[in-house]
């Protein structure tokens, strides 16, 4: 008996338990994209052994609670305990819980809700009375789906349902499940396919034995509630001159006999609570006169709340609590630190592309950039909506534009103002314009480019009565799957959408400058659709103003085209002005846009990294470090705080141009982790000058891959889910962690490359500098745990109070729980002393780093969700990836012969 005590309670146990629970749910983001949610909670989530490897998990942590007696460890105990009680809490909810919806139209009343969990329902009539039948059962499109239910009715008599079949059928990201039942009567059986799926109604198939008739239907069943809701309106608001949705509202009462009848107004993030139950706004009718509302009624609620109340309180004790593995790793850093570091060089070197343009373009260019300057900064304040109905400079729209089209901000000389409004007031000669660069040999031929010839123009694409020429071309690489195409077809596609670009430019598409005077949804219009929509003087004056502008620019009578731009602006005020953001406002947006800080940071970044990398590893190598690394550490030190400084600047500019945190998409998360990664290393590890360099590597690779031509840059508007001070705190948390993350894995790289140049005989410096970044590291991934797991658990307080649900094994929840499972496995691998090992710490907190590559940009982009850009076809993998995966395996290949090293002990 002791036997089984010592290995249920052991830390081997805990670390295969969580490999396991880890290992089935990354499974089950994969299953569930391919075959359906309900073939992922069959197989994994909702299945017995997945259960019991749970169950087993919390034994087990209770166990080695008692085991350690941790209580005499206030931080260790609280935040360990949490978690059995978020165990308790979410096993309350999963087997008492109720979770539905309410649909219910304008002027109706409902008191019956749809279930989310599926249910086999049978209803027999006969002559004498009807008999009804429910199984709870979701299906698996892999099998093991057999069963065969009974059922007795009048007085003894036996029907039976037998399972068939079960195919799932699945289009983009519309599903459905197809079941099929055999039901027999009196020896007679009948054969049925059933149409259905959790969360939706399934479609009934009634079946006639003579006098006796049995309805099958599969789908979610009909609860009625104790009460009913009425609609009496439902509200919804788009961003000015956008189908976008602002918020949108439900006018309930709540008609109650028990209670008395009540008005209330649920919208999002503000939810109904009434008898047990909770109503979120969730949805709406295509039409807008209907609501559709996630109903929740959740007793397992507080004890879950109760757990994430003591895990964020004995997370952040355990941080400042000197008897903690972390405040050991930290005074062992602080009584080996390091006073040395190299002389720091870097420069930073540009060059303008070269491009050969027609003549009739070398004529007229030198005297527009010469004179169009002023004319174009003009143009650049005019106020433009945004199609999500942001309301930005015309200049925000520039940058954008020329970036996109150009990969930078200039162009021969002239800013992004100039060439866009040269595109448009000459269109004839700026088709010659050689803007857009074009990689790929064969469609430099296609284009009829000399081998010499990087950049393309408009015109390129075009030839005679022939036409586009990449016609053929564009329509056959659509033809082929995402995830088949070939850097050609990539390249084709995505040069194909710049030139469609560039021809909106030509037209003014894009330049919605003009209100429409009393239009009650606030909509600007380009020149041409205001020409057409407009009537009598307004649209005179439209006309007017736009023609007299572009002919001033077009003949390059500059006095007389700011004297048009300033025309144009007093329209924008007269018929938009509560919609023209703060003149303060405008002014921080376009500095932002000419500080053009992020970009620049990039190659600052990965150059100072590299050298910072290169000289702490100069000084490992050195038997006895010189002077000067101890004066330079200042001076490097002092740089990167200035960077750092730089860089909370410009996210606080932004936050303040946008309205909102500056963590609402991919591209501003990125901005954020990468602040977040510089933060770690000047706070937490600045006495380390490999460390430093590994900290600006890390903050310049996430800039570097925010930059990237498929993430967007765009400033935009919130959805109105993402309105919450919850996701701000949850987001922020989350993605700060990711910086810390990122930070160990560079060190777990970089220390198996110390491995490789080990020679306890030659360098015994090296194996010191092994202990002391291992430390590091270690410290590091408590950090970003720490975080990790708050801000997981943060984030399902903002789901339960959004939607009514904490947890719905979504990808994204899935791939971020089963991140914090690996790196609580990494971070306690040192419990068992065969695995304290310095080599296997590196080697793990390197690989862990995949699991939250996976979680940011693997499920965004291949798997589908709430959370996911995916639809349909996957995307193809970079070819980055293939080259990574193989450096990481030859690192660890390099590294595994000289891998025996003791392990680090720290003093108590």
């Known amino acids: 008996m002791k036997r089984i005590i010592d290995l249920l309670f052991s830390i081997k146990t805990s670390l295969l338990l969580l490999s396991i629970l880890a290992i089935g749910a990354a499974a089950a983001t994969f299953l569930e994209n391919d075959y359906g949610s309900s073939t992922a909670r069959v197989l994994v989530y909702y299945s017995p052994w997945y259960i019991a490897a749970l169950f087993l998990a919390g034994i087990n942590l209770a166990g080695v609670i008692w085991r350690y007696r941790m209580w005499r460890h206030p931080p260790r105990f609280l935040f360990h305990t949490a978690f059995l009680l978020i165990g308790i809490g979410a096993a309350t909810t999963h087997y008492f819980g109720q979770e539905g919806v309410l649909h219910i139209r304008e002027g109706r009343s409902e008191d019956r809700m749809l279930t989310a969990e599926p249910y086999l329902q049978v209803t027999i009539r006969t002559p004498t009375g009807v008999w009804y039948q429910e199984f709870q059962k979701d299906f698996s499109a892999l099998g093991g789906n057999d069963f065969n239910e009974t059922i007795l009715f009048d007085g003894g008599k036996e029907l039976s349902v037998e399972f068939v079949d079960y195919k799932f059928a699945k289009k983009g990201r519309a599903t459905m499940g197809l079941l099929t039942v055999k039901v027999c009567y009196a020896g007679k059986c009948r054969q049925t396919r059933l149409v259905g799926k959790r969360g939706a109604k399934g479609y ?74 909770k109503f979120f706004q969730s949805s709406y009718d295509p039409d807008e006169r209907g609501t559709i509302l996630s109903v929740n009624d959740d007793p397992g609620k507080w004890p879950t709340y109760l757990g994430y109340i003591l895990l964020a309180l004995g997370l952040l004790w355990n941080l400042f609590d000197p008897t903690s593995r972390f405040g050991k790793l930290v005074r062992y850093l602080k009584a080996t630190a390091s006073s040395g570091m190299l002389l720091l060089l870097f420069a930073l070197l540009s060059a303008a592309p070269r491009a050969a343009t027609p003549a009739d373009l070398d004529k007229y260019l030198p005297a527009y950039a010469q004179g169009s300057k002023a004319a174009a900064e003009d143009f650049g304040r005019l106020i433009v909506q945004s199609p999500m109905g ?11 534009l020329l970036y996109k089209l150009h990969g930078s901000l200039a162009w021969r000389g002239m800013d992004q103002d100039q060439v866009l409004l040269g595109m448009l007031s000459r269109p004839e000669l700026w088709r010659y314009a050689r803007l857009i660069r074009v990689k790929s040999p064969k469609l430099r031929k296609i284009l009829g480019l000399s081998d010499a010839e990087k950049f393309a123009a408009f015109a390129d694409a075009f030839e005679g009565k022939k036409g586009y020429k990449l016609k053929k071309y ?41 209100p429409m005077p009393g239009d009650p949804r606030h909509t600007w219009y380009n020149p041409l659709e205001a020409m057409q929509k407009f009537t009598g003087k307004k649209r005179a004056e439209v006309e007017a103003l736009t023609r007299r502008f572009i002919d001033a620019v077009a003949a390059g009578d500059w006095p007389a085209a700011r004297e048009r731009i300033g025309k144009i602006r007093d329209y924008q005020r007269r018929y938009g002005a509560e919609l023209i953001p703060p003149k303060k406002k405008i002014e921080a947006e376009l500095f932002y846009n000419r500080l053009h800080l992020f970009p620049r940071l990039v190659g600052i970044y990965l150059l100072l990294g590299f050298v910072l990398i290169l000289a702490g590893f100069v000084e490992i190598l050195r038997e006895r470090p010189g002077p000067w690394f101890a004066r330079i550490r200042l001076g490097a030190g002092a740089l990167l705080w200035g960077l750092f400084a730089l860089h909370t600047f410009g996210l606080g500019l932004r936050w303040y141009i946008a309205g909102h945190a500056p963590w609402s998409d991919a591209y501003e998360s990125l901005l954020y982790i990468s602040w977040s990664a510089m933060l770690a290393g000047l706070i937490f590890f600045r006495q380390s000058l490999l460390v430093l360099g590994a900290t600006v590597t890390v903050a310049g690779i996430f800039l570097f891959t925010a930059h990237l031509s498929n993430i967007n840059p765009q400033i935009t508007n919130l959805v109105p ?56 590291d270690e410290a590091a991934l408590i950090i970003g745990l720490s975080m990790l797991t708050v801000g997981n658990f943060i984030g399902g307080v903002w789901a339960d109070e959004s939607w009514g649900r904490y947890w719905g094994w979504d990808p994204k929840e899935t791939w971020a729980y089963v991140s914090i499972l690996v790196y609580t496995v990494v971070l306690h691998l040192r419990l068992v002393p065969k695995w304290d090992r310095p080599f296997l710490f590196a080697a793990a907190s390197f690989l862990a780093f995949s699991t939250i590559l996976m979680t940011y940009f693997g499920v965004n982009f291949y798997l589908s969700g709430m959370h996911s850009y995916a639809t349909g076809d996957p995307v193809p993998i970079p070819e980055w990836v293939y080259w990574a995966a193989g450096a990481a395996a030859s690192t660890l290949a390099l590294a595994w012969p000289k891998r025996k090293l003791k392990r680090l002990k720290l003093k108590r």
Not at 240 to 251: D, I, L, N, V
Not at 751 to 760: E, G, M, S
């Open 474 to 514: 564009v329509e056959a690489a659509h033809r082929i799957k995402p995830g088949e195409r070939g850097t050609f077809e990539r390249e084709l596609i995505a040069l194909d959408e710049k030139l469609n670009v560039i021809y909106m430019v030509f037209y003014g598409n894009l330049y919605r400058i003009f």
């Open 721 to 776: 889910v993402l309105k919450s001070y919850w996701l701000t705190i949850h987001v922020s948390v989350i993605t700060a962690s990711y910086g810390f993350l990122g930070l160990g894995a560079l060190l777990g790289f970089m220390i198996l490359w110390l491995f490789v140049l080990r020679d306890p005989l030659k360098r015994p410096q090296i194996d010191r500098a092994i202990y002391r970044l291992v430390a590091v």
């Open 204 to 277: 009934a198939k009634t079946l006639d034995f003579g006098g006796v008739k049995v309805t099958v239907e599969f789908g979610s069943k009909i609860v009625k509630l104790p009460f009913a809701l009425k609609l009496r309106d439902f509200q919804l608001e788009r961003y000015p001159g956008s189908m976008a949705p602002s918020s949108y509202a439900s006018e309930v009462t709540v008609i109650d006999p028990q209670s008395g009848n009540f008005n209330y107004r649920i919208y999002m993030n503000h939810t109904l609570d009434h008898r047990g139950y």
């Open 390 to 400: 942001r309301m930005e400079p015309v200049n925000s729209l520039d940058t954008q």
